[in-house]
């Protein structure tokens, strides 16, 4: 049996806002990132934001990440499960000792996956996500009341990894429970170009 302090604690960084009237970022790296890779992101997209970005737990080799595969794109529910309530019990840490507002997740790729996670087993966590180069975490998606929260959903045509048909049942999922859900697809592949910084920022501008 694990003590509190030790579910709760990710290694993180943490940069307060200047701007009180931004929602935090909670920035989730993809597999082999850690705490450090999005902040300049972060610092782009959303000037003034406080961001918190943790390091994912699980080691896939030297590869941080946020849950267990199986495969590639063959997940082990049962610790995205586990791990998404490990990150949200993080995340409520984190806005006690900071004093944040509700976070806005900005995922990407593993990190896109468990803030979509997050959005459907833990809704109260999010004001909202991006998630960049996401699919579909759970084969049998929970129920949740996404009512109220915004979510943008930017893909890649040419993404090798992450099939069509699985973003778009996301996608579906995710406004079917009531989000409001902006989903485009770029000319990219899996990783980010420079469109998805443009409208990750216009996204998070109009929020
Ligand atoms: C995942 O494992 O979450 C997806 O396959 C994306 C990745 O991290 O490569």
């Keep these: 049996m694990m003590d ?3 579910t709760t604690d990710f290694i ?10 931004r929602a935090p ?5 993809g597999t082999g990132g850690d705490e450090r890779d999005l902040i300049g992101l972060g610092r782009t997209v959303a ?29 082990d529910e049962d610790d995205l499960r586990r791990r998404t309530h490990e990150l949200a019990d993080f995340v409520e840490a984190a806005r006690q000792r900071y004093g944040l ?19 459907l087993l833990r809704p109260e966590v999010l004001a909202g996500a991006a998630l960049l180069r996401a699919m579909s975490p759970f084969a049998q998606p929970p129920q949740a009341d996404l009512s ?7 893909s890649g045509a ?21 989000a409001s859900v902006d989903h485009r697809t770029l000319p990219a592949g899996h990783g980010l170009s420079q469109p998805d910084i443009g409208l990750l920022q216009s996204w998070l501008a109009a929020g």
């Design 148 to 154: 109220g929260k915004r979510v943008l959903i930017l």
């Design 25 to 29: 970022l909670l920035l989730l790296h």
């Design 47 to 75: 000037p003034g934001a406080a961001l918190l970005s943790p390091r994912g737990k699980v080691l896939e080799g030297p590869m941080p990440r946020f849950f267990r595969r199986l495969a590639e794109g063959v997940f």
């Design 101 to 119: 507002a509700q976070p806005v997740a900005v995922g990407f790729s593993n990190g896109a996956n468990i803030a979509a996670s997050l959005l």
């Design 4 to 6: 509190a302090t030790a």
């Design 158 to 178: 040419m993404d090798p990894i992450v099939p069509a048909d699985d973003v778009a049942r996301l996608a579906k999922t995710l406004s079917g429970n009531g």
């Design 12 to 21: 993180h960084l943490y940069e307060p806002g200047g701007d009180p009237a």
